[in-house]
Nanobody
Framework: HVQLVESGGGSVQAGGSLTLSCVDS????????MAWFRQAPGKEREGVAT??????DTNYADSVKGRFTISQNHYKNVLEMNNLRPEDAGMYFC??????????????????WGQGTQVTVS
């Protein structure tokens, strides 16, 4: 079965950096889109960034453009987060959908999810 496992969350001061990683297993097709979502307490889950298989196409939420970078190395998906702000805090989830990436980053578009990793910014 498909499994996504995130790592790399933690606590950081505002202005600091964190790198999140997601390793997927069990999905044999190259037709996929990988994404990061986040959810703060009391808020809806929101899309942060997406990357097509092979890394040719990326998309970012306006709130993270210029600060976050999504990349891919084989079946490892990495989210580099710089200049973190308190509003970036939350649970970060790796997600994958069958097929290509869509310009919208809506949770229901994604078939597979990791358990999440916590990011705290003080």
């Amino acid at each position: 079965h498909v499994q996504l496992v995130e790592s790399g969350g933690g606590s950081v001061q505002a202005g600091g950096s964190l790198t999140l990683s997601c390793v997927d297993s069990g999905y044999i097709s190259n037709s996929r889109c990988m994404a990061w979502f986040r959810q703060a307490p009391g808020k809806e889950r929101e899309g942060v960034a997406t990357i097509s298989h092979g890394g040719a196409d990326t998309n970012y939420a306006d709130s993270v453009k210029g600060r976050f970078t999504i990349s891919q190395n084989h079946y490892k998906n990495v989210l580099e987060m710089n200049n973190l702000r308190p509003e970036d805090a939350g649970m970060y989830f790796c997600a994958m959908r069958s097929g290509g990436c869509l310009p919208t980053m809506i949770p229901t578009e994604y078939n597979y999810w990791g358990q999440g990793t916590q990011v705290t910014v003080s």
